[in-house]
């Protein structure tokens, strides 16, 4: 059985962990412009063209839309009292959470070159 309390520390959790992830993505990308400079377009395909780069950017991308729904799913009871319209914009949260992700893939594996 799960409690309130249990989840919340879950979440918290994987706040951190999201963020970790972001902010390591974040890292690398800056180590790589300061390392090589400024890519060029050409540059930027053949490094998106590695599969495993484009795993990992999926997994940042994910992980930031993860960290932000977490985040406006704890804002919306504070300043939305009432239950069906918080329960309303939870469900749109959740709706673009997935339609974000859906995109990112779309993007990063479902277009050829």
Do not use: C
Request: net charge positive; glycine share 8%.
């Amino acid at each position: 059985m799960t409690t309130r309390t249990d989840s919340a520390v879950l979440e918290w959790w994987l706040q951190r962990i999201t963020g970790a992830i972001v902010g390591l993505y974040a890292l690398a990308l800056l180590v790589l412009l300061l390392a090589y400079g400024a890519p060029s377009a050409a540059e930027w395909r053949a490094l998106f063209a590695h599969s495993g780069f484009r795993v990992v950017t999926l997994l940042a991308l994910i992980s930031a839309f993860y960290h932000g729904l977490i985040g406006v799913l704890h804002v919306w009871p504070d300043y939305v009292k009432d239950r069906a319209l918080r329960a309303v914009l939870n469900g749109a949260s959740w709706l673009a959470f997935a339609a974000y992700s859906a995109w990112a893939v779309i993007i990063l594996f479902g277009l050829k070159q």
